[in-house]
Structures are given as structure tokens and as C-alpha cells.
T-cell receptor, first 108, second 117 residues
């Protein structure tokens, strides 16, 4: 079993749609959680941290369920510029473990 | 803040040669840096953790004699791919964290695309 699992997608959605990504992790001792965004042939960039209390940043909402070892990312009112790969990332034992990423393609 | 600079951004080399990649923390000191490799359509895989002033910690399956890591100062870590082969062609990325990776996450260099011909 992979340490961090994500649905690879791709998710093809129209502009304005709401899309949700899910992620599960296997190490219950993991300490911190993130969503990163990676554009094609570029480095990952931090989108947001994820907390049990939930975290909202504009159109983006992230949620962590420690009991289920489940992380989610919700994107509302999708924009063309949201097209990218979204990486679920878990920090355990002071190193980052990456999911394989979920590709999102937003079309007009 | 927390900018990580990586150089070169791309390199093409011949089989058998060595390639050095530099990773610098520009506005902070990083006692620990991380080196990742990413093959097309795959996720980032941690290769090694670079510790300033001490030996790097390599992940299982990563050859330490092939991927030499030197972290001689608090702002510079280097990865040298020795005797490169075409299968080493990949996207190599370094990262570091100002806050130790807690709620601030990690900052990544812009990556180095290595092509071995």
C-alpha cells in the first residue's frame, strides 16, 4: 500500500464547477499535511496547509480527518488557471511523502 | 521569504560523465535540505536528506556512491550524479524549510531537468 494515495484523475471540469480531491495516508503518526500544486514541468508550490479544524483560502477549502486518515481539497468556482496537478503531501518523521497527484483540467 | 534557488535548470550530458546540481537557500539558513527525483507522470520521490556538516541520509534503493550529496554550508547543498546513464534522466528538485517543515511547509527549488544521452 502506498503511503499517500490519491485518485490520479484527470478531472475534466468546466469553468465555474466545484471539484473535490481526496487523499488517504497510511502513517497514523504523520504530523502535518499539505496540498501542493504542480504545473507541468515546474516545481511544486505550496497551496495550503491542512488542519483538522479545516482551512479555507478563497475558493479553496482543505480538511483533515485524522481518525479516517483522510485529507480533502475542495475548489469552488474553478478557473482555467486552476488547471494543474494537485499533490497531497504528508509530513512524517520530518520528511515529506508525496501522493502521485491528481490532474485537474478546467475547460471553457 | 524562504526562497530556494536551484541551478542549473536544465542540463544535457553524455553517458559516463558527472553532473553537479546546486541548491541554495537565499534568505534563510537551512540545516536540512531534501533532494527529490521525479520521472514523467510520477510523483516526487525523496532521494536523500542533506544535513549540514554531516553525512546525508539516503532513502532505500538510492545509491549513495552514485548520488553524492554535500552540504558544506547552511545555505548550499549539492547533488552530484556520477557516471550518469540515460536512466538517470529525470527532474531533480531540492527543498528546504525555514520553519522545519511544520505549518509552513517546504519551499522547493525550480528543479533541474537532466537528460543523459
Amino acid at each position: 500500500r502506498k503511503e499517500v494515495e490519491q485518485d490520479p484523475g484527470p478531472f475534466n471540469v468546466p469553468e465555474g464547477a466545484t471539484v473535490a480531491f481526496n487523499c488517504t495516508y497510511s502513517n497514523s503518526a504523520s504530523q502535518s499535511f499539505f496540498w501542493y500544486r504542480q504545473d507541468c514541468r515546474k516545481e511544486p508550490k505550496l497551496l495550503m496547509s491542512v488542519y483538522s479544524s479545516g482551512n479555507e483560502d478563497g475558493r479553496f477549502t482543505a480538511q483533515l480527518n485524522r481518525a479516517s486518515q483522510y485529507i480533502s481539497l475542495l475548489i469552488r468556482d474553478s478557473k482555467l488557471s486552476d488547471s494543474a496537478t494537485y499533490l497531497c503531501v504528508v509530513n512524517g518523521y520530518n520528511k515529506l511523502i508525496f501522493g502521485a497527484g491528481t490532474r485537474l483540467a478546467v475547460h471553457p | 521569504g524562504a526562497v530556494v534557488s536551484q541551478h542549473p535548470s536544465w542540463v544535457i550530458c553524455k553517458s559516463g560523465t558527472s553532473v553537479k546540481i546546486e541548491c541554495r537557500s537565499l534568505d534563510f539558513q537551512a540545516t536540512t535540505m531534501f533532494w527529490y527525483r521525479q520521472f514523467p507522470k510520477q510523483s516526487l520521490m525523496l532521494m536523500a536528506t542533506s544535513n549540514e556538516g554531516s553525512k546525508a541520509t539516503y532513502e532505500q534503493g538510492v545509491e549513495k556512491d552514485k548520488f553524492l550529496i554535500n552540504h558544506a554550508s547552511l545555505t548550499l547543498s549539492t547533488l552530484t550524479v556520477t557516471s550518469a546513464h540515460p536512466e538517470d534522466s529525470s527532474f531533480y528538485i531540492c527543498s528546504a524549510s525555514l520553519t522545519g517543515g511544520g505549518r509552513g511547509g517546504y519551499t522547493f527549488g525550480s528543479g533541474t531537468r537532466l537528460t543523459v544521452v
